[in-house]
C-alpha cells in the first residue's frame, strides 16, 4: 500500500445501489485514467472496478445506500484504486474464504490490494504501479 507519499492526484464519485452503475464506475474510470495520460495496465484497472464494484453492490451495500469510487495517483505513477461501501464485515478472500472469483481476478492483477475497516464499512483498495 502507497502510504509513504500523498497522492499527486484525485478524484472520486459516488453511485447509488444499482447495477447499472457499475458500468457508469468503469466509464468514470476510464475517462479519469484518459485525462491523467495513464495508458499502462488499463484494462487491467477497468477490469477491477468492475470487480469491486460489482462485490459492492453484491455484498457490500445496505438498501438505500451507495459506494465510492475513488481514484488516486502518486509520484510514482502509482495507481490506486478505491470502492468504499457502508456494508458490515470485511472481504472473504481477506478473510481467508473466498466465495466468488472477483477478488481472485483483482489479487492475479493488481500489485497490491487489501481491506481497510471504515465506520461504517470498508474499503477495498488495489495498486497498480
Request: glycine share 10%; net charge positive; aromatic share 6%.
Given at each position: 500500500m502507497?502510504?509513504?507519499t500523498q497522492p499527486a492526484l484525485m478524484r472520486d464519485r459516488f453511485y447509488l445501489r444499482t447495477r447499472q452503475t457499475v458500468g457508469a464506475a468503469r466509464q468514470f474510470t476510464a475517462e479519469t485514467l484518459d485525462v491523467w495520460g495513464v495508458t499502462s495496465r488499463k484494462d487491467d484497472m477497468l477490469l477491477c472496478?468492475?470487480?469491486?464494484?460489482?462485490?459492492?453492490?453484491?455484498?457490500?451495500?445496505?438498501?438505500?445506500?451507495?459506494?465510492?469510487?475513488r481514484l488516486l495517483v502518486f509520484e510514482d505513477a502509482t495507481v490506486r484504486v478505491e470502492v468504499h461501501d457502508s456494508g458490515p464485515g470485511l472481504s472473504r478472500m481477506a478473510e481467508r474464504r473466498p466465495a466468488g472469483r472477483g477478488?481472485?481476478?483483482?489479487?492475479?492483477?493488481a500489485d497490491?490490494?487489501?481491506?481497510?475497516?471504515r465506520a461504517p464499512g470498508k474499503v477495498v483498495w488495489c495498486e497498480f504501479r
Open positions: 502507497n502510504v509513504n472496478v468492475s470487480e469491486l464494484a460489482t462485490n459492492a453492490l453484491r455484498h457490500g451495500v445496505p438498501p438505500g445506500r451507495g459506494y465510492r469510487v477478488l481472485t481476478i483483482v489479487a492475479a492483477l497490491a490490494w487489501g481491506v481497510l475497516s
